[in-house]
Structure formats: C-alpha cells, structure tokens
C-alpha cells in the first residue's frame, strides 16, 4: 500500500546515527545516503518498497512534528521491538510508550512508542502472537 514515508529532520547526521540505529535493530538496510542534499533511505532487502526517507524539508523550512502523526515501522517479532525501543533510546530518542502489549488494538499487538530527537513520533510493533517454544 506504502510507496515512501518522508519524516523531515533538523539535523541530519544526528538524524542518520539516530535512524540508522532503528533500522539496524529493524534489519532494514540503507539504500542511500547523500549528504549533499541532504537525505537517506532504508528498504527491505527483497522488496524495492516501501521507503523510509529522512532529510530536510523540501521547501527549506524548519521541520517540525506534525500533531497527531506517527509512523509505525512493523518488526518481525517482540525481541526487534525491543531492541529497536533500546536502539531509539540509546541513540537520542525519547520514549513514548514503553514496549508492551496493547490489547486494546487486539490481543497479540505488541508495540514501543517513541520521538527521534526532532521529536518525531515513531512506533515499532509486531503483530504476531509469540513463537512457542
């Protein structure tokens, strides 16, 4: 359904340490960085979409977090949200809602909310139930 995601950032190279460590945690490789422009893009390894990008806002203006927004990134199992939560936080992010289930959304949504240091909101969820053992 998803082509691209485009999250406007501030300062980028705080912006690429601070998503790099995500999507590292998420197993979502950089397509591209280019610092000239500047702005970077993740992709899963066997799909040519969606992306995720990150520079400055085209029209030059200050990025800001838009109310009410929140992109949701989908990790494969519990043990990615968590790391992907510790990653978030370890590099600059602020927590939003610490990993848990959230039965509210159905009974296997298990979800992490946080801010990148632009203070945009992020969420990274799995909606699987856990593998038995």
Same mark, same amino acid.
């Given at each position: 359904?998803?082509? +691209?995601? $485009?999250?406007?950032?501030?300062? $980028? &190279?705080?912006? /690429? #340490?601070?998503? &790099?460590?995500?999507?590292?945690?998420?197993?979502?490789?950089? %397509? /591209?960085?280019?610092?000239? !422009?500047?702005?970077?893009?993740?992709?899963?390894?066997?799909?040519?979409?969606?992306?995720?990008?990150?520079?400055?806002? $085209? #029209?030059?203006?200050?990025?800001?977090?838009?109310?009410?927004?929140?992109?949701?990134?989908?990790?494969?199992? =519990?043990?990615?949200? #968590?790391?992907? +939560?510790?990653?978030?936080?370890? @590099?600059?992010? %602020?927590?939003?809602?610490?990993?848990?289930? =959230?039965?509210?959304? +159905?009974?296997?949504?298990?979800?992490?909310? /946080? !801010?990148?240091?632009?203070?945009?909101?992020?969420?990274?969820?799995? @909606?699987?139930?856990?593998?038995?053992?």
């Amino acid at each position: 359904m998803l082509s +691209h995601v $485009f999250i406007g950032v501030g300062d $980028f &190279a705080r912006a /690429f #340490d601070f998503y &790099a460590a995500v999507m590292a945690a998420l197993d979502q490789p950089l %397509r /591209f960085r280019d610092d000239t !422009r500047p702005w970077a893009g993740w992709m899963p390894a066997a799909a040519p979409r969606p992306l995720l990008l990150i520079g400055r806002p $085209f #029209d030059g203006m200050p990025a800001t977090a838009g109310n009410g927004a929140m992109t949701a990134l989908l990790a494969g199992d =519990r043990a990615t949200v #968590d790391r992907a +939560h510790a990653a978030a936080l370890a @590099h600059g992010g %602020r927590c939003d809602g610490p990993p848990g289930l =959230r039965p509210e959304y +159905h009974p296997n949504y298990y979800g992490a909310y /946080f !801010r990148d240091p632009d203070g945009n909101k992020l969420c990274v969820c799995c @909606h699987d139930a856990p593998a038995s053992v």
